[in-house]
């Protein structure tokens, strides 16, 4: 233990205070875990976009190349060679 961590006590009772841990502090603010919320929404909502975007790259991209995948392809089998 810490010499300040030993000290906190007294320090409370002396000033009239209340020391608690972070996490402790975060939930007795309300605004804290509102935020917090709006701020997990508004990522959630970023990543769904973002992979309609490059789903969408993707798919434009494939419509525009069907044509020279289509050229790459044989048409028919080779002939077979008589013997």
């Known amino acids: 233990m810490s010499r300040f ?7 409370d009772n002396a000033l009239g ?3 608690v841990t972070t996490s402790d502090a975060r939930s007795a603010a309300a605004s804290f875990a509102e935020e917090t919320t709006s701020l ?22 494939t419509i525009c190349r069907t044509g020279d995948i289509a050229v790459l392809k044989p048409s028919a089998p080779p002939p077979v060679p008589a013997a």
Not at 41 to 60: D, E, P
């Open 5 to 11: 961590a030993a000290a906190l006590p007294e320090a």
């Open 17 to 19: 205070t209340t020391t």
């Open 40 to 61: 997990t929404t508004t990522q959630a909502f970023l990543l769904v976009i973002s992979a309609l975007v490059v789903g969408a790259f993707f798919t434009v991209r």
